[in-house]
């Protein structure tokens, strides 16, 4: 089963627009690197999502090494976004985000990355859900002061899911 390794963005999304127990319904499985957990996502919400199936995976020594030299290389990302990189881009699986930074750094190096509108199609294309909640879902992730999803792909995702 591919593994998509995810920053917090896109699940704080999910959970914005209550879709995580879905999301773990997908045909993929979920990781994001130990320090992102225990930093950003430990408590009740990481306790949620290790129990939905998240997977906390620890950074090998040629993982770290690589974390670090991009966090010197590209100051504007996040410590915990250079461990999904590192993690993602050594063990070639696929980079979940919502960070623009962390995405162009995906792209550069040819790394497969997708974010929140993608799981969106993935839940809609998969008939996981019918449209009234994704809908219901987008409106309310779109609608709150924290997000940066793209206007012009949200508006086209809210037309095709309009019931």
């Keep these: 089963m591919p593994i998509l390794v995810s920053d917090t963005s896109v699940l704080i999304d999910l959970e914005r627009g209550d879709l995580l127990e879905d999301l773990f319904r997908l045909p993929f499985e979920f990781a994001v690197p130990d320090l992102l957990f225990v930093r950003e996502l430990a408590g009740d919400l990481g306790d ?3 129990a939905l199936g998240l997977r906390v995976e620890e950074l090998s020594p040629a993982e770290l090494t ?9 100051a504007h990302l996040s410590t915990p976004d250079t461990f999904a990189f590192a993690i ?3 063990r070639q699986w696929t980079l979940l985000t919502g960070d623009g930074g962390l995405r162009e750094l995906a792209t550069s190096v040819g790394l ?4 929140v509108l993608w799981i969106f199609d993935q839940l809609a294309d998969g008939n996981h859900l019918g449209f009234d909640r994704l809908h219901a879902a987008l409106t309310t992730i779109s609608a709150h002061p924290r997000c940066r999803l793209p206007a012009t792909e949200v ?4 037309n095709r899911f309009r019931t």
Excluded: D, S
Aim: glycine share 4%; aromatic share 0%; proline share 0%.
């Design 48 to 50: 949620r999502l290790t």
């Design 66 to 74: 690589r974390a670090t030299t991009v966090r010197r290389q590209r």
């Design 88 to 90: 993602a881009e050594a």
């Design 112 to 115: 497969e990355m997708h974010g």
């Design 155 to 158: 508006r086209r995702r809210l």
